[in-house]
């Protein structure tokens, strides 16, 4: 079994200023892929970053990096430069290697404040 | 353009008249699966598919079934709808051998039930 907790359901941050959403997990799996994934006001799931737990090195793409530290089971989502469009629902996610299901947390809600 | 299509993107209905809603992909994905959405408690897997004739309960699958006749199309249908089934839907799709690529998401489908 697998969960994922989110402990912020909301959260805002000044426009160009960072800002770290949190992420909890637990998974039976040995190996297992952690994601971030984004839902902006058009409702459309989108993959912000993905991060393989066998891999030490955190995973970045342009504004946003993590902080995964697997022994806590902890998978943060760090947002730099925060900009308007950021503006979304964030949901943490953990699918074990050898399975395809998706197991999501009940999100965090960022709002970016001009 | 690789994508999941979902129909209807909104419909309301009233309580006891049969509805599907429809879900392709045209990626060759073999993995299929449909999420409800609501307020709180994030993603809820309602129902998923591995591939052509082979499906399979997800959290929330009661009130729902679901067919794969064929690789491409996924369909939700709510035999008797109720209110408690008023929600945002999600099909979302995967390649398998791809555990840690990306779930393709449909744009949604806004169901209220009177």
């Known amino acids: 079994a697998q969960t994922v907790t989110q402990s912020q359901p909301e959260m805002s941050v000044q426009e160009a200023e960072t800002v770290t959403l949190s992420c909890t997990y637990d998974t039976s799996e040995n190996n297992y892929y952690l994601f971030w994934y984004k839902q902006p006001p058009s409702r459309q799931m989108i993959l912000v970053i993905r991060?393989?737990?066998?891999?030490?090195q955190n995973a970045t793409e342009n504004r946003f990096s993590v902080n995964f530290q697997k022994a806590a089971k902890s998978f943060s989502l760090k947002i730099s430069d925060s900009q308007l469009g950021d503006t979304a629902m964030y949901f943490c996610a953990v699918s074990g290697a050898g399975s395809y299901q998706l197991t999501f947390g009940k999100g965090t809600k960022l709002s970016v404040i001009p | 353009e690789a994508q999941v299509t979902q129909n209807p993107r909104y419909l309301i209905t009233v309580t006891g008249k049969k509805l599907t809603v429809t879900c392709s992909q045209n990626?060759?994905?073999?993995?299929m699966s449909w999420y409800r959405q609501d307020p709180g408690l994030g993603l809820r897997q309602i129902y998923y598919s591995m591939n052509v004739e082979v499906t399979d309960k997800g959290d929330v699958p009661e009130g729902y079934k679901v067919s794969r006749k064929e690789k491409r199309n996924f369909p939700l249908i709510l035999e008797s709808p109720s209110p408690n089934q008023t929600s945002l839907y999600f099909c979302?799709?995967?390649?398998?051998?791809?555990?840690?690529?990306?779930?393709?998401f449909g744009e949604g489908s806004r169901l209220t039930v009177l």
């Open positions: 991060q393989e737990a066998y891999k030490q």
């Open positions: 979302a799709s995967r390649g398998l051998g791809q555990a840690a690529g990306e779930l393709f």
């Open positions: 990626m060759n994905h073999e993995y």
